[in-house]
């Protein structure tokens, strides 16, 4: 199972708990949503990883951060099988390829956000 799915049921759980309701009492994430105004927290990783992204790539200072996101290893080689996601994967899902680019006018990233987060 996954961390952000993990995060997930573990957020309902409490949500839940504040509620006082039981999973036996069959009341649908939504409805339960809508009582505590609570925001999604799959949703709210999400857009602070977005955020966070936007804010490493743009620093000038010459900090490890924006070095590490466009570094490549030296050996081309990975382990057999399905290879595992890096953290910026999903941002060039939704950004393209190009995104550091992007990166550097804040509102061409803004505009990305809604759909990186959904």
Known sequence: ????????????????AMLGVSLRDRIRNVEIRRRTRVTDIAQRVAKLKWQWAGHIVRRKDGRWGPKVLEWQPRTGKRSVGRPPTRWTDDIK?????????????????NSLQKTYVQ
């Open 1 to 16: 199972m996954g961390l952000i799915r993990r995060l997930s049921v573990t957020w309902r759980a409490m949500e839940r």
């Open 93 to 109: 899902r939704v950004a393209g390829s190009r995104w550091i680019k992007a990166a550097q006018n804040r509102r061409i990233l």
